[in-house]
C-alpha cells in the first residue's frame, strides 16, 4: 500500500483529537501514555493497518470472535452486497423469510430441542432476553453465575458479572448470586427452590479460559434439572467453531436449554446476537407474542449474513482447520514456555480458544504491550490479568502460526526484561 505520509499522519492527528474531544478522553490518554495509539485503518484477513500505514498487527484477539473468519471475509461480503440489491433491516412484526430460513439453519445445526431462535443485535440483548424467559417460564426470580465470567453490559447481563462493573452504576440486587466456577459444591449448596437459572460461558473468556473439568457441565445441567432451574450456556466467545467442533457445549456432554451467540455470527460486518431456546421455552410467548421485540435484532440483511457464517462454520474442512491449527499452536506454543518456564507457566487450549498462563498479574498487560510492540495484537484477560487470551482467526494458515511464534519470542524476552521496571515504576 501506498501512503501518502504527511497527509495520513494529519488524518490520523485529526481523528485522535477529534476522539479525545468527542468519543472518549480517557481511551485516548490510556492509549497515549502506553504509546499503542493505533487508529485502524485498512484491513485484510488476519491483518490490521494503522491508518498513517506506519504499522501493522496480527489480530490474535478477533474481537473475542468476531472476526472468526478474519476481517472483510470476501464470502461475507459478496452475499451482504448481493443481497443489498433487494433488502433492508425488514420489518420485526411481520413474518420474514430470510429470519426462517436462519432460525431453521440453526435448528438443524443445534442438538436436541433446541428448535427456536430469537434474534437480537448485541451479546448483551441476546443474554438479557434469556435471562427473562428463565424467568418467565420457571416463575423464580434468581439468577446465579460465576466470579469472573462475564456476560455483557446491559440491564440483566451486567449483573450476573463482577461487582466492579456494577458497584459504579448501583447495580446490587441480591437476586443475583455468584459461585465459583468448576466448583460443583458450591453450585449444588445455592440452587435453592428460588433459583430460574445457571447462566455459564462454556468456556469462561474474560477469565482466562479456565477449561470446564470432566463432567462438570453435565453436573451442572442434572443438578439444574433436579432443582426445575434451567441452564444458560452463554457461546458468544466459544461457539462457531472457536473450540473446534461448531458448539463448545458439545466437548462437555451437555446440552442446555439455552444458547446464547453473537459477535461472530456478524461474520465481522452485520451485528446479530442470537437466544437459542429449548422448544419448552417458547411456550413463555404464547399469550403475547409480540411481549419481546428488538427493531433491528434479526434485520434481514443480517440474517443473510449470519446463515453464511453458520454454513461457512459448520463445514468439516472449516472445522479440521481449526484443530490442526491448534494442535500445530500446541507444539510450538510448549517449547516457548520451555525456553521461557518461569514467566510462561502453561497453556489453556480447547480448539483455538487459547489462553497463556503467565508468571503474574502484571505480565498480562506487560505482555500485551510488548506484542503490540511486535506486530501482535493479544489482549490479557479482564478478570484474570495474568492469562493473555489467545483467539487467532479461525481461517488461520500453517505459515501464519510460525511467524507468530516468532513474533511472540521476541515478545516475550522484551517482557521479562520491562517486568521489573513495570513493576518499580507502577506502569501498568
Ligand atoms: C462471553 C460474552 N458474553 C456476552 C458478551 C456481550 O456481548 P456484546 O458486547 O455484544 O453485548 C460478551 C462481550 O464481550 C462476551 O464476551
Redesign the pocket.
Known amino acids: 500500500m501506498l501512503f501518502n505520509t504527511n497527509k495520513a499522519s494529519k488524518e490520523k492527528k485529526q481523528t485522535i483529537d477529534q476522539f479525545r474531544n468527542h468519543v472518549s478522553s480517557g481511551k485516548v490518554d490510556f492509549y497515549k501514555k502506553y504509546n499503542m495509539d493505533f487508529v485502524m485503518g485498512h484491513r485484510d484477513g488476519p491483518w490490521l493497518y494503522d491508518i498513517d500505514g506506519k504499522k501493522k498487527l496480527y489480530n490474535l484477539h478477533s474481537n473475542?470472535?468476531v472476526f472468526n473468519l478474519g476481517h472483510r471475509n470476501k464470502e461475507i461480503i459478496d452475499i451482504l452486497k448481493s443481497n443489498l440489491q433487494n433488502y433492508d433491516i425488514g420489518n420485526h412484526h411481520l413474518i420474514s423469510k430470510e429470519r426462517a430460513e436462519l432460525g431453521a439453519k440453526m435448528a438443524e445445526l443445534m442438538p436436541g430441542n433446541l428448535d427456536y431462535t430469537i434474534f437480537g443485535?448485541?451479546?448483551?440483548?441476546?443474554?438479557d432476553l434469556a435471562l427473562k424467559i428463565a424467568r418467565a417460564y420457571t416463575k423464580r426470580k434468581k439468577i446465579i453465575s460465576v466470579y469472573g465470567?462475564?456476560?455483557?453490559?446491559?440491564g440483566l447481563?451486567i449483573q450476573t458479572g463482577d461487582a466492579q462493573y456494577r458497584t459504579p452504576f448501583l447495580f446490587d440486587s441480591p437476586d443475583f448470586i455468584q459461585v465459583e466456577f468448576n466448583n460443583i459444591d458450591s453450585i449444588q449448596a445455592t440452587l435453592q427452590e428460588d433459583i430460574a437459572c445457571v447462566i455459564l460461558?462454556t468456556i469462561?473468556?474474560?477469565l482466562g479460559m479456565p477449561i470446564p473439568k470432566d463432567g462438570y457441565l453435565k453436573k451442572v445441567k442434572e443438578l439444574c434439572e433436579k432443582n426445575g432451574s434451567l441452564l444458560i450456556l452463554?457461546?458468544?466467545?466459544?461457539g462457531l467453531g472457536r473450540t473446534g467442533k461448531l458448539w463448545a457445549f458439545e466437548h462437555f456432554n451437555v446440552i442446555p436449554d439455552m444458547v446464547?451467540l453473537?459477535?461472530g455470527l456478524s461474520g465481522g460486518i452485520y451485528?446479530m446476537?442470537a437466544t437459542v431456546i429449548d422448544r419448552k421455552l417458547e411456550t413463555v410467548f404464547h399469550d403475547d407474542p409480540f411481549i419481546h421485540i428488538s427493531t433491528s435484532g434479526g434485520s434481514e440483511l443480517g440474517s443473510v449474513v449470519a446463515k453464511k457464517v453458520l454454513e461457512i462454520s459448520s463445514d468439516q474442512i472449516f472445522l479440521e482447520n481449526v484443530n490442526f491449527i491448534s494442535d500445530l499452536f500446541q507444539i510450538q506454543l510448549k517449547k516457548l514456555q520451555q525456553k521461557h518456564s518461569g514467566y510462561f507457566k502453561g497453556i489453556r487450549r480447547k480448539g483455538l480458544m487459547m489462553g497463556l498462563e503467565l508468571k503474574d498479574d502484571l505480565a498480562g498487560p506487560v505482555l500485551t504491550k510488548t506484542a503490540y510492540d511486535n506486530d501482535l495484537l493479544i489482549i490479557y484477560a479482564n478478570n484474570d490479568k495474568s492469562i493473555v487470551q489467545f483467539l487467532p482467526p479461525l481461517i488461520m494458515e500453517e505459515k501464519d502460526v510460525y511467524f507468530v511464534i516468532k513474533q511472540l519470542d521476541k515478545a516475550i524476552k522484551q517482557a521479562r526484561l520491562l517486568h521489573p521496571i513495570a513493576k518499580l515504576k507502577e506502569l501498568f
Open positions: 473475542g470472535g443485535v448485541s451479546g448483551g440483548e441476546a443474554i465470567g462475564y456476560h455483557g453490559h446491559t447481563s460461558e469462561p473468556a474474560t452463554d457461546e458468544v466467545q466459544a446464547v453473537a459477535k451485528p446476537s
